[in-house]
């Protein structure tokens, strides 16, 4: 029965409807054709979202790292200390000079010095990257500093996978100097 009325009313259509019809039609697939120009956008959004995805890991990537730099420690115990001479740390200062005497743990082979010393009137940092010290190796070095010294830092580098660190919290610190 429904069938037959479909038909019906498709016989009651005038040429009129049917070019109303085909016009809407053709807009209609106009509109689709337009649509399917525009189908670009999807594809663009996409890249998008993940270049903004790769740059915020990036952005978040190095602020981790920074924090780990900052937090880091030295990965293995260098035991460095002053050589012992008498029954005194070997460290001593003249007018114009501070001396001193470093072993070497048999751990690790340190690649250089750091020495921080604070005076009465300044504070100066020296870089030693020629106390290279052997595993079990002795170091006598030498750093020109004038004026009275109040304490004297000194802190191992070492190299660990082609990268060098400086190793702060091994570091050897003496307030107890006399003249040489």
């Known amino acids: 029965m429904r069938l037959l009325s479909l038909f019906s009313f498709f016989e009651d259509f005038s040429f009129d409807i049917i070019n109303q019809y085909s016009r809407y039609i053709y807009i209609f697939s106009f509109f689709f054709l337009i649509m399917d120009k525009f189908g670009i956008a999807p594809l663009i959004a996409t890249l998008l979202l993940i270049s903004f995805a790769v740059s915020l890991g990036v952005v978040v990537m190095n602020f981790g790292r920074a924090q780990v730099e900052l937090e880091a420690e030295c990965p293995l115990n260098i035991d460095m200390e002053f050589a012992v001479i008498g029954g005194a740390d070997d460290i001593c200062t003249t007018g114009s000079e501070v001396?001193?005497?470093?072993?070497?743990?048999?751990?690790?082979?340190?690649?250089?010095?750091?020495?921080?010393?604070?005076?009465?009137?300044?504070?100066?940092?020296?870089?030693?990257?020629?106390?290279?010290?052997?595993?079990?190796g002795l170091y006598f070095g030498k750093v020109a500093f004038s004026g009275e010294v109040r304490q004297i830092k000194i802190t191992p580098k070492i190299v660990l996978q082609g990268e060098e660190q400086i190793c702060t919290e091994k570091a050897l610190i003496t307030e107890r100097l006399k003249g040489c």
Request: aromatic share 6%; charged share 25%; glycine share 8%.
């Open 99 to 136: 001396k001193f005497s470093v072993e070497n743990s048999v751990n690790i082979k340190v690649q250089g010095l750091l020495v921080n010393i604070i005076g009465t009137d300044k504070a100066e940092t020296f870089e030693l990257p020629d106390a290279v010290i052997e595993k079990g």
